[in-house]
């Protein structure tokens, strides 16, 4: 039997986000239960035919899928209000012709390539229940509101009161989003857990 929500119309609107170089695409579908962040086009040939169909276009130059919503951060060059209505079609029509979004296995290459890296595992055993805390810190209370801007932050490793994030989507690049690190991210994280003495972020 055909799944009748699948023909429901595909309803799609913008949203801003605090970088001004990047739009937030959100639809009534679920695209991905995850993060996918694709900064250059060979990772996004490799696993997301979206992200590669919008890279072909001149004026993308990040793509990001998150849940219901697609980020998009353009060339500066381009203008918002000439490119906006196009992207807007472009993603509209993609979803609705069913198109795959990511390819199978994404998720779990992805989680290779961070244990490769060390990403979220360079900490002590000693650390490993601060480390607990401020995860669920991040995860409780950061995340969700950087979801809602279109950006995604990870934990990845703490050292000697540092704790490293990584920024993905709409805040990766964002000039705001150093303000949001520091008098929000940092403010909170010391609040809660006295040993931490800074917060420091890296681009995904």
């Known amino acids: 039997m055909e799944d009748t929500a699948t023909k429901s119309p595909v309803m799609l609107y913008t949203e801003q986000t605090p970088n001004p170089e990047s739009l937030k695409f959100v639809t009534n579908r679920?695209?991905?239960?995850?993060?996918a962040d694709f900064r250059e086009e060979e990772l996004a040939h490799e696993w997301s035919p979206i992200a590669t169909a919008l890279f072909e276009l001149p004026y993308v130059k990040g793509v990001y899928v998150c849940n219901n919503f697609v980020t998009v951060t353009k060339e500066f060059n381009y203008d918002w209000a000439?490119?906006?209505?196009k992207l807007k079609e472009f993603i509209k029509a993609y979803i609705e012709e069913g198109k795959d979004i990511l390819k199978d296995g994404f998720a779990e290459a992805m989680e290779k390539l961070e244990a490769e890296r060390g990403a979220g595992y360079e900490y002590s055993e000693d650390d490993a229940e601060l480390v607990k805390k401020i995860k669920e810190l991040i995860d409780t209370y950061v995340k969700p509101a950087v979801e809602m801007d279109g950006g995604n932050i990870e934990f990845k490793s703490?050292?000697?009161?540092?704790?490293t994030v990584v920024l993905q989507g709409s805040c990766s690049g964002c000039p705001s989003s150093t303000v949001t690190l520091k008098s929000g991210i940092e403010g909170m994280l010391k609040r809660m857990v006295p040993?931490?003495?800074e917060v420091v972020a890296e681009m995904g």
């Open 195 to 197: 040993q931490v003495q």
């Open 158 to 163: 703490w050292n000697k009161g540092i704790v």
């Open 30 to 35: 679920m695209l991905y239960k995850g993060t």
């Open 82 to 85: 000439d490119i906006m209505l």
